[in-house]
């Protein structure tokens, strides 16, 4: 099986019914505002849980990510749900106590005890929350806590006020509430949306608040795979900033340094060593940040992690990543300059079309004028049968108007109109012909 890199995203959600608010879901997602339309029917998908119309449409209250694999998403998310059950959870610190089932067989008499998962609040659902955090399988990792009500907060900062424990400084906490209003601005200002004009709404949002604003792909890593490909390009001389050697080789196994303007470069043991000599706790296996030993700046792990699988792993993913997005031309655009570049021919054409029949029309008027003057001596003009490309100069007879006819070209050549034409018939029988009475 082809070794794929860390994925872009993935997180554990609690949703909340409008409806009724004492009906929670908790769930997992690589991509949470389609999971949310999801659970409220507007597309395939969904949990049984969740498809009661009577307790749609669900809001997103929480969504917690920063998880190093969708493995371990899982886990937090069995553990989040089963609170009750979970071995992550010292039985001494467990908060929701496991209840038990009893059920009689009705043939057989015999009693059945089952465990049952016992009906939770919200209350209970953050303070379980707030207790894995702390517990050793969790506490250490890269977790970030997002929150899109603010009631829901409001619950989450009175109970860690109270609580004894207290969470890792490297846990961040943030409260969002801007998903109402800029899916509502959002709507307002696109309307109904293409499937292009959506990709563009899609990469808009990022970074701007609210469901739409998380970043569930590989964006925010575009540049810094950029610098990790072109400092550690085939050919380039690149030392190791802990050790001193030569990277040589050993490229798929170097982090870099996040700072654009640093190119310190560094074995991934060696790094690993140094971040947990200098942290708070040296017996661990793997550091969560630390200082860059070229630059002293502060650099968490899981993200030079990251940038180290999909640089060496994430062919598709770079190329997908790196590909500029095409701008297409609108239909009507294509059309009207069609239609425009036409109709500009055609006024050219019109243009030169009046201009010949200009030249024309004067060039017939200056020859009629030199025939009228040439054809003074008295000859007469008239049609002749059997010529119908021209007319013939008969001396001798007479016609009303001497100039009806002119021949300047054949399409040009016009009949004389009620001219006393005398037919001439040559070699004809009828002066043999017999008169009877």
């Not at 009724?20 to 969904?46: A, E, I």
């Not at 603010?150 to 006020?161: A, L, T, Y």
Request: with cysteine; proline share 5%.
């Amino acid at each position: 099986m082809d070794a794929k890199p860390i994925p872009a995203f993935y997180c554990c959600y609690l949703l909340r019914s409008t409806v009724r608010h004492s009906s929670l879901y908790v769930g997992s997602t690589p991509n949470p505002l389609r999971r949310l339309g999801q659970h409220n029917g507007l597309s395939k998908g969904g949990a049984a849980r969740t498809s009661k119309n009577s307790l749609r449409p669900w809001e997103m209250a929480c969504v917690v990510s920063g998880f190093p694999s969708h493995i371990a998403a899982l886990q937090f998310e069995w553990a989040w749900q089963n609170a009750h059950l979970t071995r992550r959870i010292p039985s001494e610190q467990r908060i929701t106590e496991a209840q038990s089932k009893v059920s009689t067989s009705p043939k057989t008499g015999r009693t059945r005890r089952r465990p049952a998962r016992p009906r939770t609040s919200l209350l209970d659902k953050l303070s379980n929350l707030h207790l894995l955090l702390r517990v050793q399988s969790f506490r250490r990792w890269p977790l970030e806590v997002r929150f899109f009500c603010e009631d829901v907060f409001k619950v989450w900062n009175r109970w860690s006020e109270r609580v004894d424990g207290s969470i890792r400084q490297g846990i961040n906490f943030a409260l969002d509430i801007k998903q109402a209003a800029a899916a509502e601005a959002i709507a307002t200002n696109y309307g109904p949306l293409s499937s292009t004009a959506k990709g563009k709404r899609r990469r808009d949002a990022i970074g701007n608040g609210g469901l739409e604003g998380i970043d569930v792909g590989y964006s925010s890593l575009k540049s810094y795979v950029e610098k990790g490909l072109f400092l550690l390009a085939d050919g380039e001389m690149v030392s190791c900033a802990v050790c001193g050697e030569d990277i040589g080789s050993t490229r798929a196994f170097v982090l870099v340094c996040s700072d654009e303007s640093c190119r310190s470069a560094s074995h991934i043991g060696c790094l690993a060593t140094k971040f947990l000599a200098e942290g708070e706790e040296p017996e661990s296996v793997i550091p969560v940040e630390g200082n860059c030993p070229s630059c002293t700046t502060r650099l968490k792990w899981a993200e030079m992690v990251k940038e180290l699988s999909l640089r060496t792993r994430g062919g598709p993913e770079i190329e997908r990543m790196m590909k500029q997005p095409r701008v297409r031309k609108s239909k009507t655009a294509k059309e009207s300059k069609s239609i425009l570049s036409a109709s500009i021919v055609e006024d050219e054409d019109d243009n030169e079309a009046a201009e010949e029949d200009e030249v024309a029309g004067e060039e017939f008027y200056m020859q009629a004028q030199d025939f009228a003057e040439s054809t003074s001596n008295g000859d007469d003009w008239v049609y002749e049968e059997g010529d119908d490309h021209g007319v013939r100069c008969l001396p001798g007879l007479a016609s009303e108007d001497p100039h009806m006819a002119l021949e300047l070209s054949p399409s040009r050549s016009r009949q004389p109109q009620d001219a006393r034409i005398e037919i001439v018939i040559e070699d004809s029988d009828w002066d043999d012909a017999i008169v009877l009475d």
